[in-house]
Protein backbone atom coordinates (compact mmCIF):
# COMPACT_ATOMS: atom_id res chain seq x y z
CA UNK A 1 0.00 0.00 0.00
CA UNK A 2 2.65 2.62 0.93
CA UNK A 3 4.28 1.35 -2.40
CA UNK A 4 1.33 2.32 -4.60
CA UNK A 5 0.76 5.71 -2.51
CA UNK A 6 4.60 6.36 -3.07
CA UNK A 7 3.85 5.51 -7.21
CA UNK A 8 0.62 7.41 -7.14
CA UNK A 9 2.27 10.80 -5.35
CA UNK A 10 5.54 10.29 -7.80
CA UNK A 11 3.06 10.03 -10.76
CA UNK A 12 1.35 12.99 -9.79
CA UNK A 13 4.37 15.34 -9.45
CA UNK A 14 5.24 13.91 -12.83
CA UNK A 15 2.43 15.14 -14.09
CA UNK A 16 2.21 18.81 -12.32
CA UNK A 17 5.79 19.21 -13.54
CA UNK A 18 4.98 18.24 -17.32
CA UNK A 19 2.02 20.86 -16.72
CA UNK A 20 4.05 23.42 -15.48
CA UNK A 21 6.72 22.83 -18.05
CA UNK A 22 4.11 23.29 -21.24
CA UNK A 23 2.73 26.56 -19.15
CA UNK A 24 6.35 28.34 -19.30
CA UNK A 25 6.64 27.28 -23.06
CA UNK A 26 3.35 28.29 -23.36
CA UNK A 27 4.35 31.37 -21.89
CA UNK A 28 8.06 31.76 -23.83
CA UNK A 29 6.52 30.70 -27.26
CA UNK A 30 3.65 33.34 -26.52
CA UNK A 31 5.83 36.27 -26.48
CA UNK A 32 7.15 35.82 -29.84
CA UNK A 33 3.40 36.19 -31.16
CA UNK A 34 3.08 39.85 -30.66
CA UNK A 35 4.75 39.85 -34.13
CA UNK A 36 1.56 38.04 -35.23
CA UNK A 37 -1.47 39.32 -33.92
CA UNK A 38 -3.91 37.77 -36.56
CA UNK A 39 -3.24 34.15 -34.84
CA UNK A 40 -4.63 35.65 -31.76
CA UNK A 41 -7.53 37.82 -32.86
CA UNK A 42 -8.93 34.40 -35.17
CA UNK A 43 -8.98 32.86 -31.66
CA UNK A 44 -10.56 35.32 -30.06
CA UNK A 45 -13.27 35.19 -32.42
CA UNK A 46 -13.71 32.04 -32.13
CA UNK A 47 -13.34 31.87 -27.92
CA UNK A 48 -14.88 35.01 -27.04
CA UNK A 49 -17.18 35.95 -29.70
CA UNK A 50 -18.87 32.14 -29.87
CA UNK A 51 -19.37 32.37 -25.96
CA UNK A 52 -20.93 35.97 -26.02
CA UNK A 53 -24.68 34.74 -26.29
CA UNK A 54 -24.54 32.12 -23.63
CA UNK A 55 -22.67 34.62 -21.22
CA UNK A 56 -25.16 37.16 -22.08
CA UNK A 57 -28.13 35.13 -21.81
CA UNK A 58 -27.23 33.43 -18.42
CA UNK A 59 -25.87 36.76 -17.19
CA UNK A 60 -29.68 38.31 -17.57
CA UNK A 61 -31.12 35.22 -16.49
CA UNK A 62 -29.14 35.31 -12.81
CA UNK A 63 -30.13 38.82 -12.70
CA UNK A 64 -33.42 37.62 -12.88
CA UNK A 65 -33.03 35.52 -10.19
CA UNK A 66 -30.58 37.49 -7.81
CA UNK A 67 -33.07 40.46 -7.91
CA UNK A 68 -36.48 38.43 -6.59
CA UNK A 69 -33.96 36.45 -3.96
CA UNK A 70 -32.75 39.62 -3.19
CA UNK A 71 -36.08 41.37 -2.41
CA UNK A 72 -37.52 37.94 -0.98
CA UNK A 73 -34.68 38.86 2.13
CA UNK A 74 -34.36 42.55 2.00
CA UNK A 75 -38.23 42.99 2.28
CA UNK A 76 -37.87 41.43 5.89
CA UNK A 77 -36.09 43.80 6.99
CA UNK A 78 -37.78 46.97 5.24
CA UNK A 79 -34.36 47.85 3.47
CA UNK A 80 -35.58 46.37 -0.44
CA UNK A 81 -33.78 50.01 -1.42
CA UNK A 82 -30.68 48.28 -0.95
CA UNK A 83 -31.33 45.50 -3.66
CA UNK A 84 -29.34 47.70 -6.57
CA UNK A 85 -26.42 47.04 -3.72
CA UNK A 86 -26.75 43.45 -3.46
CA UNK A 87 -27.04 42.27 -7.36
CA UNK A 88 -23.94 44.69 -7.84
CA UNK A 89 -21.64 43.32 -4.76
CA UNK A 90 -22.76 39.52 -5.68
CA UNK A 91 -22.15 40.01 -9.21
CA UNK A 92 -19.36 42.12 -9.35
CA UNK A 93 -17.21 39.95 -6.65
CA UNK A 94 -18.56 36.72 -7.06
CA UNK A 95 -21.21 35.08 -9.24
CA UNK A 96 -19.59 37.20 -12.39
CA UNK A 97 -16.28 36.06 -12.50
CA UNK A 98 -17.12 32.19 -11.11
CA UNK A 99 -20.44 31.85 -13.06
CA UNK A 100 -18.47 33.27 -16.54
CA UNK A 101 -15.31 30.66 -15.61
CA UNK A 102 -17.68 27.71 -14.97
CA UNK A 103 -19.74 28.19 -18.73
CA UNK A 104 -16.31 29.33 -20.13
CA UNK A 105 -15.32 26.02 -19.60
CA UNK A 106 -18.51 24.32 -21.00
CA UNK A 107 -18.36 26.29 -23.93
CA UNK A 108 -15.10 27.28 -24.91
CA UNK A 109 -13.12 24.45 -22.58
CA UNK A 110 -14.38 21.39 -24.22
CA UNK A 111 -14.08 23.21 -28.00
CA UNK A 112 -10.21 23.83 -27.31
CA UNK A 113 -9.53 20.25 -25.73
CA UNK A 114 -11.46 18.35 -28.82
CA UNK A 115 -10.38 20.75 -31.41
CA UNK A 116 -6.78 20.29 -29.77
CA UNK A 117 -6.86 16.40 -29.38
CA UNK A 118 -8.65 15.50 -32.93
CA UNK A 119 -5.65 17.85 -34.19
CA UNK A 120 -3.38 15.09 -32.37
CA UNK A 121 -5.21 12.46 -33.06
CA UNK A 122 -5.26 13.27 -37.10
CA UNK A 123 -1.03 13.71 -36.52
CA UNK A 124 -1.82 17.60 -37.41
CA UNK A 125 0.36 18.88 -34.71
CA UNK A 126 3.09 15.44 -35.48
CA UNK A 127 2.74 17.48 -39.31
CA UNK A 128 3.63 20.70 -37.85
CA UNK A 129 6.11 19.59 -36.10
CA UNK A 130 8.03 17.44 -39.03
CA UNK A 131 7.30 20.94 -41.07
CA UNK A 132 9.81 22.92 -38.47
CA UNK A 133 6.54 24.37 -36.48
CA UNK A 134 6.34 24.18 -33.13
CA UNK A 135 2.87 23.69 -31.98
CA UNK A 136 2.66 25.15 -28.60
CA UNK A 137 3.86 28.39 -30.54
CA UNK A 138 1.22 27.59 -33.66
CA UNK A 139 -1.59 26.20 -31.77
CA UNK A 140 -0.94 26.58 -27.87
CA UNK A 141 0.05 29.50 -26.96
CA UNK A 142 -2.42 31.28 -29.43
CA UNK A 143 -5.47 30.15 -27.65
CA UNK A 144 -4.01 30.56 -24.23
CA UNK A 145 -3.56 34.35 -25.12
CA UNK A 146 -7.32 34.86 -26.70
CA UNK A 147 -8.60 32.66 -23.56
CA UNK A 148 -6.47 35.10 -21.12
CA UNK A 149 -8.25 37.85 -22.96
CA UNK A 150 -11.43 36.78 -23.68
CA UNK A 151 -12.64 36.04 -19.87
CA UNK A 152 -12.17 39.19 -17.98
CA UNK A 153 -14.32 40.50 -20.91
CA UNK A 154 -16.83 38.19 -20.75
CA UNK A 155 -16.93 38.15 -16.88
CA UNK A 156 -17.54 42.29 -17.37
CA UNK A 157 -20.38 41.46 -20.12
CA UNK A 158 -21.85 39.25 -18.00
CA UNK A 159 -21.93 41.23 -15.06
CA UNK A 160 -23.17 44.16 -16.72
CA UNK A 161 -26.34 42.27 -18.04
CA UNK A 162 -26.42 40.89 -14.61
CA UNK A 163 -27.15 44.19 -13.22
CA UNK A 164 -29.47 45.12 -16.17
CA UNK A 165 -31.59 41.78 -15.49
CA UNK A 166 -31.57 42.88 -11.76
CA UNK A 167 -33.01 46.45 -12.80
CA UNK A 168 -35.48 44.91 -14.74
CA UNK A 169 -36.92 42.63 -12.09
CA UNK A 170 -36.43 44.52 -9.17
CA UNK A 171 -37.09 48.37 -10.45
CA UNK A 172 -39.42 47.28 -13.29
CA UNK A 173 -41.48 44.48 -12.10
CA UNK A 174 -40.88 44.46 -8.80
CA UNK A 175 -41.10 48.14 -7.84
CA UNK A 176 -37.96 49.14 -6.16
CA UNK A 177 -37.39 53.28 -6.33
CA UNK A 178 -35.09 53.41 -9.51
CA UNK A 179 -33.11 56.33 -7.46
CA UNK A 180 -32.28 54.17 -4.76
CA UNK A 181 -31.60 50.55 -6.41
CA UNK A 182 -28.91 53.01 -8.49
CA UNK A 183 -27.68 55.38 -6.01
CA UNK A 184 -26.88 52.63 -3.09
CA UNK A 185 -25.13 50.44 -6.14
CA UNK A 186 -22.71 53.89 -7.16
CA UNK A 187 -22.26 54.87 -3.20
CA UNK A 188 -21.53 51.33 -2.15
CA UNK A 189 -19.23 49.22 -5.12
CA UNK A 190 -15.80 50.06 -4.47
CA UNK A 191 -13.61 50.12 -8.11
CA UNK A 192 -10.71 49.08 -6.32
CA UNK A 193 -12.11 46.38 -3.75
CA UNK A 194 -14.98 45.42 -5.31
CA UNK A 195 -14.84 45.42 -9.37
CA UNK A 196 -11.01 45.32 -9.43
CA UNK A 197 -10.87 42.22 -7.04
CA UNK A 198 -13.63 40.79 -9.56
CA UNK A 199 -11.44 41.38 -12.44
CA UNK A 200 -8.36 39.70 -11.20
CA UNK A 201 -10.88 36.85 -10.02
CA UNK A 202 -11.58 36.36 -13.64
CA UNK A 203 -8.24 36.63 -14.76
CA UNK A 204 -6.70 34.34 -12.93
CA UNK A 205 -9.45 31.99 -13.44
CA UNK A 206 -9.22 32.60 -17.20
CA UNK A 207 -5.57 31.44 -17.10
CA UNK A 208 -6.51 28.25 -14.98
CA UNK A 209 -9.25 27.26 -17.55
CA UNK A 210 -7.56 27.77 -20.91
CA UNK A 211 -4.74 25.97 -19.28
CA UNK A 212 -6.49 23.10 -18.41
CA UNK A 213 -8.51 22.95 -21.26
CA UNK A 214 -5.40 23.06 -23.65
CA UNK A 215 -3.67 20.99 -22.00
CA UNK A 216 -5.85 18.35 -21.77
CA UNK A 217 -6.27 18.32 -25.57
CA UNK A 218 -2.21 18.25 -26.06
CA UNK A 219 -2.09 15.14 -23.77
CA UNK A 220 -5.21 13.29 -25.08
CA UNK A 221 -4.55 9.61 -26.01
CA UNK A 222 -5.00 9.86 -29.84
CA UNK A 223 -8.08 8.08 -30.00
CA UNK A 224 -11.96 8.92 -30.50
CA UNK A 225 -12.21 7.37 -26.24
CA UNK A 226 -9.13 9.53 -24.95
CA UNK A 227 -10.27 12.83 -27.07
CA UNK A 228 -13.88 12.00 -25.28
CA UNK A 229 -12.12 11.51 -21.84
CA UNK A 230 -9.94 14.68 -22.58
CA UNK A 231 -13.04 16.71 -22.97
CA UNK A 232 -14.54 15.66 -19.93
CA UNK A 233 -11.49 15.71 -17.74
CA UNK A 234 -11.54 20.11 -18.79
CA UNK A 235 -15.02 20.34 -17.74
CA UNK A 236 -14.92 18.82 -14.07
CA UNK A 237 -10.91 19.71 -13.53
CA UNK A 238 -11.15 23.42 -14.52
CA UNK A 239 -15.07 23.87 -12.73
CA UNK A 240 -13.24 22.50 -9.29
CA UNK A 241 -10.28 24.03 -9.31
CA UNK A 242 -12.28 27.70 -10.55
CA UNK A 243 -14.22 27.04 -7.14
CA UNK A 244 -11.40 26.08 -5.26
CA UNK A 245 -9.36 29.34 -6.75
CA UNK A 246 -12.66 31.51 -5.52
CA UNK A 247 -12.10 30.07 -2.03
CA UNK A 248 -8.74 31.18 -2.21
CA UNK A 249 -8.68 34.45 -3.57
CA UNK A 250 -11.65 35.48 -1.88
CA UNK A 251 -9.85 34.69 1.48
CA UNK A 252 -6.64 36.76 0.63
CA UNK A 253 -8.88 39.65 -0.80
CA UNK A 254 -11.29 39.70 2.85
CA UNK A 255 -11.26 42.48 4.68
CA UNK B 1 20.74 1.20 -42.44
CA UNK B 2 21.76 3.59 -45.24
CA UNK B 3 19.33 5.97 -46.88
CA UNK B 4 21.25 7.05 -50.33
CA UNK B 5 20.87 10.28 -52.15
CA UNK B 6 18.91 10.23 -55.10
CA UNK B 7 17.57 7.18 -54.34
CA UNK B 8 13.98 5.45 -53.36
CA UNK B 9 14.76 2.94 -50.58
CA UNK B 10 11.57 1.24 -49.74
CA UNK B 11 10.94 -0.25 -45.45
CA UNK B 12 8.75 -2.71 -45.74
CA UNK B 13 7.22 -5.34 -42.86
CA UNK B 14 4.77 -6.37 -41.90
CA UNK B 15 2.03 -4.12 -39.24
CA UNK B 16 4.02 -3.69 -35.93
CA UNK B 17 7.37 -4.43 -37.29
CA UNK B 18 9.03 -1.22 -36.92
CA UNK B 19 8.84 0.52 -40.22
CA UNK B 20 6.79 4.44 -39.27
CA UNK B 21 9.03 4.04 -35.68
CA UNK B 22 12.20 4.50 -38.19
CA UNK B 23 10.66 7.72 -40.03
CA UNK B 24 9.95 8.97 -36.40
CA UNK B 25 12.92 8.33 -35.36
CA UNK B 26 14.48 9.76 -38.37
CA UNK B 27 12.57 13.02 -37.97
CA UNK B 28 13.39 13.42 -34.24
CA UNK B 29 9.49 12.69 -32.92
CA UNK B 30 10.73 10.03 -30.92
CA UNK B 31 14.48 9.62 -29.35
CA UNK B 32 16.26 6.13 -29.99
CA UNK B 33 17.30 4.08 -26.46
CA UNK B 34 20.16 2.58 -28.37
CA UNK B 35 22.29 3.70 -31.61
CA UNK B 36 22.44 6.99 -33.45
CA UNK B 37 20.43 8.44 -36.47
CA UNK B 38 22.21 10.70 -38.89
CA UNK B 39 20.86 12.81 -41.28
CA UNK B 40 23.14 14.99 -44.12
CA UNK B 41 25.66 13.86 -41.60
CA UNK B 42 24.34 15.37 -38.66
CA UNK B 43 23.21 13.64 -35.70
CA UNK B 44 19.40 14.21 -35.09
CA UNK B 45 17.85 15.38 -31.95
CA UNK B 46 20.69 15.62 -29.89
CA UNK B 47 21.37 18.93 -29.54
CA UNK B 48 18.60 22.05 -28.91
CA UNK B 49 15.42 21.95 -30.33
CA UNK B 50 15.51 25.03 -32.53
CA UNK B 51 18.64 23.04 -33.88
CA UNK B 52 15.65 19.81 -34.04
CA UNK B 53 13.65 22.28 -35.72
CA UNK B 54 16.50 23.56 -38.46
CA UNK B 55 17.37 19.96 -39.48
CA UNK B 56 13.78 19.35 -40.34
CA UNK B 57 13.04 22.06 -43.10
CA UNK B 58 15.42 19.58 -45.20
CA UNK B 59 12.83 16.95 -44.36
CA UNK B 60 9.16 16.79 -46.19
CA UNK B 61 7.32 14.21 -44.25
CA UNK B 62 3.91 12.53 -45.86
CA UNK B 63 1.77 11.08 -43.27
CA UNK B 64 -0.64 8.01 -43.67
CA UNK B 65 -3.75 9.77 -43.75
CA UNK B 66 -1.97 12.79 -45.25
CA UNK B 67 -2.95 15.02 -41.70
CA UNK B 68 -3.93 17.95 -43.55
CA UNK B 69 -5.40 21.36 -41.96
CA UNK B 70 -8.79 20.53 -41.77
CA UNK B 71 -9.93 24.31 -40.98
CA UNK B 72 -7.59 25.20 -43.90
CA UNK B 73 -8.33 25.33 -47.72
CA UNK B 74 -6.40 23.07 -50.30
CA UNK B 75 -4.05 26.07 -51.07
CA UNK B 76 -3.82 27.50 -47.82
CA UNK B 77 -2.54 23.97 -46.54
CA UNK B 78 0.37 23.73 -49.41
CA UNK B 79 0.77 27.41 -48.45
CA UNK B 80 1.16 26.69 -44.55
CA UNK B 81 5.11 26.05 -44.39
CA UNK B 82 5.85 28.94 -46.90
CA UNK B 83 3.88 31.19 -44.89
CA UNK B 84 5.70 29.99 -41.60
CA UNK B 85 9.25 29.83 -42.60
CA UNK B 86 9.54 32.98 -45.54
CA UNK B 87 8.05 35.98 -46.55
CA UNK B 88 7.28 35.99 -49.74
CA UNK B 89 4.89 38.70 -51.40
CA UNK B 90 1.21 36.98 -51.67
CA UNK B 91 1.27 37.13 -55.42
CA UNK B 92 4.38 35.00 -55.65
CA UNK B 93 2.95 32.54 -52.51
CA UNK B 94 -0.15 32.68 -54.88
CA UNK B 95 1.69 31.02 -58.09
CA UNK B 96 4.23 28.85 -55.97
CA UNK B 97 1.75 27.29 -54.28
CA UNK B 98 -0.45 26.54 -57.98
CA UNK B 99 2.55 25.39 -59.12
CA UNK B 100 3.23 22.52 -56.59
CA UNK B 101 -0.42 21.43 -56.64
CA UNK B 102 -0.23 21.63 -60.13
CA UNK B 103 2.34 19.33 -59.79
CA UNK B 104 -0.12 16.79 -58.36
CA UNK B 105 -2.38 17.35 -60.31
CA UNK B 106 -4.78 19.54 -57.95
CA UNK B 107 -4.30 23.21 -59.11
CA UNK B 108 -8.28 23.18 -59.83
CA UNK B 109 -9.10 21.81 -56.24
CA UNK B 110 -6.94 24.75 -54.79
CA UNK B 111 -10.21 26.49 -53.19
CA UNK B 112 -11.89 23.35 -51.94
CA UNK B 113 -11.51 21.67 -48.01
CA UNK B 114 -10.29 18.92 -46.76
CA UNK B 115 -13.54 17.57 -46.23
CA UNK B 116 -14.45 18.01 -49.56
CA UNK B 117 -12.01 15.93 -51.38
CA UNK B 118 -11.08 12.14 -51.47
CA UNK B 119 -8.60 10.21 -49.56
CA UNK B 120 -6.24 9.55 -52.57
CA UNK B 121 -6.42 13.37 -53.80
CA UNK B 122 -5.74 14.29 -49.66
CA UNK B 123 -2.46 12.36 -49.73
CA UNK B 124 -1.72 14.13 -52.90
CA UNK B 125 -2.11 17.15 -51.39
CA UNK B 126 0.13 16.39 -48.41
CA UNK B 127 2.17 15.43 -50.80
CA UNK B 128 2.78 18.95 -52.31
CA UNK B 129 2.99 20.10 -48.92
CA UNK B 130 5.59 18.22 -48.16
CA UNK B 131 7.45 19.55 -51.03
CA UNK B 132 6.78 23.10 -50.50
CA UNK B 133 9.76 24.15 -48.95
CA UNK B 134 11.83 21.78 -51.74
CA UNK B 135 13.52 19.74 -48.71
CA UNK B 136 16.44 17.25 -49.71
CA UNK B 137 14.88 14.30 -47.71
CA UNK B 138 10.97 13.05 -48.07
CA UNK B 139 9.87 10.39 -45.96
CA UNK B 140 6.32 8.76 -47.05
CA UNK B 141 4.41 7.28 -44.20
CA UNK B 142 2.29 4.17 -45.96
CA UNK B 143 1.41 6.49 -49.30
CA UNK B 144 -0.84 3.30 -50.33
CA UNK B 145 -3.21 2.51 -47.91
CA UNK B 146 -6.60 2.65 -48.30
CA UNK B 147 -5.86 3.85 -52.16
CA UNK B 148 -8.25 2.57 -55.27
CA UNK B 149 -5.58 1.00 -57.97
CA UNK B 150 -5.56 4.62 -59.81
CA UNK B 151 -5.04 6.59 -56.90
CA UNK B 152 -2.40 4.39 -56.10
CA UNK B 153 -0.46 4.02 -59.76
CA UNK B 154 -0.90 7.88 -59.63
CA UNK B 155 0.90 8.22 -56.03
CA UNK B 156 3.76 5.82 -56.85
CA UNK B 157 4.71 7.51 -60.40
CA UNK B 158 4.64 11.20 -58.19
CA UNK B 159 6.84 9.65 -55.82
CA UNK B 160 9.26 8.36 -58.38
CA UNK B 161 8.78 11.77 -60.64
CA UNK B 162 9.56 14.20 -57.61
CA UNK B 163 11.95 11.69 -56.81
CA UNK B 164 14.42 12.76 -60.21
CA UNK B 165 13.24 15.71 -60.86
CA UNK B 166 13.85 17.60 -57.57
CA UNK B 167 16.93 15.19 -56.94
CA UNK B 168 15.67 14.18 -53.48
CA UNK B 169 16.23 11.13 -50.80
CA UNK B 170 13.23 9.26 -50.51
CA UNK B 171 12.55 6.73 -47.87
CA UNK B 172 9.15 4.82 -48.78
CA UNK B 173 7.42 2.80 -45.51
CA UNK B 174 4.77 0.49 -47.41
CA UNK B 175 3.46 -3.01 -46.90
CA UNK B 176 2.26 -2.56 -50.83
CA UNK B 177 4.69 -4.80 -52.35
CA UNK B 178 4.06 -4.46 -55.64
CA UNK B 179 3.68 -0.55 -56.08
CA UNK B 180 6.85 -0.39 -53.55
CA UNK B 181 8.90 -2.90 -55.82
CA UNK B 182 7.71 -0.70 -58.90
CA UNK B 183 9.11 2.27 -58.14
CA UNK B 184 11.73 1.42 -55.17
CA UNK B 185 15.56 0.85 -55.64
CA UNK B 186 16.37 -0.88 -52.81
CA UNK B 187 14.56 -2.56 -50.03
CA UNK B 188 14.09 -3.29 -46.55
CA UNK B 189 12.56 -5.81 -44.87
CA UNK B 190 11.69 -5.64 -41.12
CA UNK B 191 10.38 -7.79 -39.11
CA UNK B 192 10.02 -6.74 -35.27
CA UNK B 193 12.48 -3.97 -35.40
CA UNK B 194 14.89 -5.95 -37.07
CA UNK B 195 16.10 -5.54 -39.99
CA UNK B 196 15.70 -9.53 -42.12
CA UNK B 197 16.78 -9.02 -45.47
CA UNK B 198 18.03 -6.07 -47.78
CA UNK B 199 18.66 -5.85 -51.27
CA UNK B 200 17.14 -4.56 -54.81
CA UNK B 201 13.50 -5.44 -55.80
CA UNK B 202 15.16 -8.14 -58.02
CA UNK B 203 16.71 -9.57 -55.28
CA UNK B 204 14.34 -9.37 -53.00
CA UNK B 205 11.48 -11.62 -55.53
CA UNK B 206 14.08 -13.83 -55.92
CA UNK B 207 15.25 -14.14 -52.30
CA UNK B 208 14.56 -17.37 -50.28
CA UNK B 209 13.83 -15.88 -47.02
CA UNK B 210 11.17 -17.21 -45.97
CA UNK B 211 9.82 -14.30 -44.18
CA UNK B 212 10.64 -12.03 -47.77
CA UNK B 213 9.08 -15.42 -49.33
CA UNK B 214 5.87 -15.21 -46.96
CA UNK B 215 5.88 -11.28 -47.69
CA UNK B 216 6.07 -11.34 -51.58
CA UNK B 217 4.18 -14.06 -51.94
CA UNK B 218 1.54 -13.27 -49.26
CA UNK B 219 1.40 -16.99 -47.79
CA UNK B 220 -1.18 -17.01 -44.83
CA UNK B 221 1.62 -19.05 -42.45
CA UNK B 222 4.83 -18.85 -42.20
CA UNK B 223 7.72 -17.19 -39.98
CA UNK B 224 4.61 -14.05 -39.54
CA UNK B 225 2.16 -17.09 -37.88
CA UNK B 226 -1.54 -16.97 -38.53
CA UNK B 227 -2.41 -17.21 -35.09
CA UNK B 228 -1.73 -15.10 -32.33
CA UNK B 229 1.00 -16.60 -29.97
CA UNK B 230 -0.43 -18.00 -26.91
CA UNK B 231 -2.13 -21.36 -25.67
CA UNK B 232 -3.42 -24.19 -28.09
CA UNK B 233 -6.93 -24.74 -28.83
CA UNK B 234 -7.09 -27.60 -27.10
CA UNK B 235 -5.71 -25.98 -23.80
CA UNK B 236 -8.31 -23.34 -24.87
CA UNK B 237 -11.23 -26.13 -25.22
CA UNK B 238 -10.21 -28.22 -22.16
CA UNK B 239 -9.39 -31.19 -24.90
CA UNK B 240 -6.89 -33.89 -23.54
CA UNK B 241 -6.35 -32.11 -20.44
CA UNK B 242 -7.73 -33.68 -17.12
CA UNK B 243 -10.08 -31.55 -15.05
CA UNK B 244 -10.18 -31.72 -10.90
Redesign the interface.
Known amino acids: MISQLGHGVRAWLNEMGFAFRTLWAIFINGMGLWKRPRLITTQLHFIGNYSLVIILVSGLFVGFVLAYQGYYTLNRYGSEEALGLLVALSLTRELGPVITALLFAGRAGTSLTAEIGL?KA???L??M??????PIQ?VLAPRFIAGLIAMPVLAILFTAMGIWGGYLVGVQLVGVDAGAFWSQMQGGVDLRDDIGNGIIKSIVFGIAVTFIAIYQGYQAQPTPDGVSRATTRTVVISSLMVLWLDFVLTALMFK | MQFPRNKIVAVMGGSGSGKTTILRLIGGLISPDAGQVRVFGEAIGQSTSSKLYQQRRNMGMLFQHGALFTDLSVFENVAFPLREHTNLPESLMHDLVLLKLNAVGLRNAAQLKPSEISGGMARRVALARAVALDPQLIMYDEPFAGLDPISMGVTANLIRQLNDALGLTSILVSHDVQESFAIADYVYFLSEGTVVAQGTPTEMLMSEHPYVQQFVNAYVDGPVPFHYPGKSLAQDLGIGVAHD
Do not use: I, S
Not at chain 1, 129 to 134: F, I, L, T
Open positions: MGEQAAEMMAVNR
